[in-house]
């Protein structure tokens, strides 16, 4: 940017700055996100200064350009309690199939506890399990056959091996 452009956007910028961002204020109401707008807006003006400064009224463009970043912004904090909800919604647990069962996997070691649950409550093949958990099929399998083997015995049953 040359200097004699630079010193016109300074100059604009200081003229309008105030002007823009109590125009930007009175949308949203809220003076940092005001004021925050507001300067997006003269970021944007400035990486299209070279053709808004020949515009007649340059300070007409970035007010535009605020007003409209202000309106966007209003849409989306209206709809931001759906996003978040929709965000962080979590189904309701599976009842547990047993409570001796349920109690049971809690007391198994976490990586034990994430197999079993990923393999026999979510159905999950050990490839994914595997690539889940960041470790090898075998140790997956692993996993499995000393959970099931923790699993019967505080259960009193025999282990079964059906992992594949």
């Keep these: 940017m040359r200097a004699s452009d630079r010193r016109e956007y300074e100059a ?12 930007v204020f009175l949308i949203v109401r809220d003076r940092a996100v005001a ?7 003269f970021l944007k003006l400035l ?14 463009w970035v007010r535009k350009v605020a007003v409209r970043m202000a309106l966007r912004h209003l849409s989306r904090e ?9 965000a962080y919604a979590v189904p309701a647990p599976p009842a547990d199939p047993d409570p001796d069962v349920a109690a049971a996997v809690r007391q198994l070691a976490p990586m034990q506890r994430a197999a079993v649950v990923l393999h026999y409550f979510e159905d999950r093949p050990v490839a994914e399990i595997a690539e889940v958990l960041r470790v090898s099929e075998s140790t997956v399998k692993q ?3 000393r959970a099931r083997a923790r ?8 282990v079964a091996s059906d992992v594949g």
């Design 151 to 158: 699993l019967a015995q505080a259960l009193g049953e025999e």
């Design 143 to 145: 996993h499995l056959y």
């Design 35 to 41: 004021e925050e707008l507001t300067q997006d807006a």
């Design 47 to 60: 990486g299209r200064w070279s053709t808004v400064s020949a515009y007649e009224r340059p300070e007409a």
């Design 78 to 86: 209206r709809s931001r309690p759906l996003r978040e909800m929709r």
């Design 12 to 23: 604009l910028f200081r003229a309008s700055f105030t002007s823009v961002a109590r125009t």
